[in-house]
């Protein structure tokens, strides 16, 4: 059970650095406990700036995951997500936790962003988690709103998003205020089943000079996008996706912001 990781431990950093991603978990043949120890001891032999840490802290925080030690989970996958280390599958893992912790268990819900940006969570590979937060609304208007940066680029689509537990009944309405920031945008509404399904609504013009109010129905929403399968609408609804379509649709790029306000899902 615990030979493949021994062995690692005994020849040392020069030669599980050369192998591939998720190797060394392999070697724990799904012992998790004694994944940890290795990894830790690993981890001794590095200096802090070698880049070989990443890998370790991710597969660490998976390991004590997996042992249900969520608090030393996130601190490791926070350390393999950091600058300089910026580890991609660290900052999803990070994320699909945050969806996990703030699912929305009860409908109706509804959100004014008076206290911070909700339930929504920074989506994966692409920015900061920070790049998500409450802002007073522009223009001077009395209140706040949810506030999400991120750049326009070619190639790159973004998201946030926001989970749903298990329900009785899943959501069948979505209304919410939009609004950009530094310039017009277009935003696609996802929802995911839990078998990982996507069904696209469609897409929101986003002004920079005044908010836009939208209502979505289940019925708005066809599978993978596709007008000809829109019969069955989707069940089991367990995210909602707000995915950035502007480098696609749209000449502009840069630095953009997102505002959304007065969320009301049914």
């Known amino acids: ?22 190797r ?22 590095l200096t802090l700036d070698d880049p ?36 991609a599958g660290a900052r999803e893992w990070l994320a699909r936790m945050d969806l996990s912790t703030k699912a929305v268990g009860v409908l109706p819900y509804r959100e004014d962003f008076e206290n911070g940006p909700g339930r929504f969570v920074r989506g994966w590979p692409l920015g900061e988690a920070d790049d998500l937060g409450r802002s007073r609304l522009p223009d001077g208007e009395a209140g706040s709103a949810l506030l999400w940066h991120f750049e326009v680029t070619d190639g790159a689509e973004d998201f946030i998003a926001l989970a749903f537990s298990p ?28 078998n990982g399904r996507r069904w696209v609504g469609p897409l929101l013009g986003v002004p920079v000079d005044r ?22 609408p989707p069940a089991a609804v367990r995210l909602l996706r707000l995915e950035d379509a502007t480098n696609s649709l749209l000449p502009m790029r840069g630095d953009n912001e997102l505002f959304v306000d007065d969320l009301v899902i049914r």
């Open 1 to 22: 059970m615990i030979t493949g990781l021994l062995a690692l431990f005994a020849i040392g950093p020069e030669v599980w650095g050369s192998m591939g991603s998720g």
């Open 24 to 45: 060394l978990y392999e070697a724990a043949d799904g012992d998790s406990a004694t994944a940890i120890s290795a990894y830790e001891a690993l981890l001794g032999d």
């Open 52 to 87: 070989r840490r990443a890998e370790l802290h991710y597969w660490l925080g998976r390991a004590r995951f997996n042992e249900g030690d969520l608090v030393g989970a996130r601190a490791d996958l926070a350390a393999a997500a950091a600058p300089p280390l910026r580890h």
């Open 167 to 194: 329900l009785p009944r899943g959501p069948t309405r979505i209304a919410l205020r939009l609004r950009a920031g530094s310039f017009e945008l277009r935003l696609r509404p996802v929802l995911e089943e839990a």
């Open 211 to 232: 908010w836009v109010d939208y209502e979505l129905a289940l019925t708005d929403f066809t599978a993978g996008g596709a007008p000809a399968q829109r019969s069955a």
